[in-house]
């Protein structure tokens, strides 16, 4: 097993070390912050991206992703603090998503940030998070996610039923 790393080593770590996200698919750009409970995450608004819309605007349902690589980052983080490595998971669906505007403005710098209410030994997990640009409160939502202990068997189980 790996040794134990501090949170300030951590941190200093690029994104594509901490979740397995790669090209159109990586929306965070970093993780500000960490705790064993609560991560921060921060993400930039690219006018050029898939996403962008006639005004290089992201929609807000994507607010949903960006909830969920910032939750993959925590568990990760979790993991790699312990000196580990995170199980893959997978996102199970949300509560009340609630998106207070249609969409996120080209070239915002939007901090994410999850705070895990639930963590249970057969890997279900349950975090609040909200979105903010500034000051603004942009998005919230409870999601629901789970890491199995046997991710293929779950994924092939998944598609067997």
Not at 132 to 148: M, R, S, T
Request: aromatic residues 6%; hydrophobic residues 45%.
């Amino acid at each position: 097993m790996n040794p134990r790393r501090s949170t300030e080593e951590l941190l200093q770590q690029p994104i594509e070390a901490i979740i397995p996200h790669r090209g159109t698919m990586l929306l965070i750009d970093a993780v500000s912050a960490f705790s064993e409970e609560t991560l921060s995450a921060r993400a930039t608004v690219r006018a050029d991206a898939w996403y962008g819309d006639a005004q290089g605007a992201m929609p807000a349902w994507i607010g949903i992703e960006l909830m969920a690589q910032a939750i993959a980052a925590h568990v990760a983080l979790v993991a790699m603090r312990g000196g580990g490595r995170a199980r893959p998971g997978v996102l199970l669906g949300s509560r009340s998503f609630k998106a207070l505007q249609p969409s996120f403005a080209r070239g915002a710098q939007l901090l994410i940030h999850v705070t895990e209410l639930l963590r249970s030994e057969e890997g279900h997990g349950a975090y609040e998070c909200t979105i903010h640009d500034g000051d603004i409160l942009c998005a919230e939502a409870v999601i629901k996610v789970f890491q199995p202990s046997n991710f293929q068997s779950f994924i092939e189980g998944s598609f067997s039923s």
